[in-house]
């Protein structure tokens, strides 16, 4: 068997925003109509190295392809593949040597979706905590769905801050350091072990939290909870090891109260209380969708 590996250069000839946001919002939109099939995930860590790595696996109902996706992430360094494998014979289809980017990219589509579904209409500035890539993709490609958005920046390393601020204007994004703490809409993209700090949340009508992705992890205080209209990608991988199971094992809500992501993108969102919150743990549907959508744009 020769098996088809296709490299990083090649994926980024054909993937753009458009095609991550169609694959990752109909497979949020599946998943939400129980017309996947996701595994929970594996999770590898390495503290002594700063590493972790996760094994996730999808399939949307219909699709002519499952994907096995390995993703980690080592002193801040993102790497990785997926395994596209033929839904009809169980055959490899491909081997996408992604190095970690499209994680990256399914990731910042996700966030930008429920965001710009959730966030107030009149929000005109996000404020994204973390420094690292994954607050870079949020902000740009949260501006594709919102143009004109602007962005205050919060992180631990004034340096990071101020060369992410640098890297988002050179980018023609409006970003600026944070200077207060009254943002209608928070986005969180950090590893943080524990809860940041409450005050950056204080004019937060939304919040999108991307970072808690596995056990151990933890970026919002679970008073946020209180009250708030919660949604989350996955129930079950949410309660598991998302900021919302934390939540529910603080005592703060009940573990009943959440909304599916995917029925959000579906039927749209009406504000009934003072705060919402996203939770996104990462699902593996999400990379099958994605990288179905690359073999099919590559001419399968």
Known sequence: MTLRVIGLDELRSVVTPDLVFAAVRSALIAHAEGQTQVPLPMVLDFPKASGDCHVKAGYVEGSPHFT???ASTFASVNNGLMLVVDATTGEPAAVLADEGRLTAWRT????????????????????????????????????HLRPG?????????????????????????QARPVTESAASCVTTTTPATRPLPIELFGGAQHITGVGTDMPGKGELPPGLFAGATVVTD??????DHGDFGNA???????????????AVLRDG????????????TGLGVQDAATASAVIAALGG
Not at 112 to 136: H, K, N, S, Y
Not at 234 to 239: A, I, K, N, T, V
Not at 249 to 254: E, L
């Open 248 to 262: 529910v094992r603080a005592g703060v809500i009940a573990d009943g109260i959440d909304l599916s992501v995917g």
């Open 108 to 143: 910042a589509a996700a966030g930008a979706l429920i965001t710009d579904a959730m966030a107030p209409a009149e929000a005109r500035e996000v404020l994204v905590v973390g420094t690292g890539d994954q607050a870079r993709l949020q902000a740009i490609w949260l501006t």
């Open 269 to 280: 969102f009406t504000r009934r209380t003072d705060r919402s919150i996203a939770d996104l």
């Open 149 to 173: 958005l602007k962005f205050q920046i919060w992180g631990r390393r004034p340096a990071a801050v101020t060369d992410l601020v640098e890297t988002l204007q050179a980018a023609g994004v």
């Open 234 to 239: 996955d129930h079950e991988q949410c309660l």
């Open 68 to 70: 096995v996706k390995i």
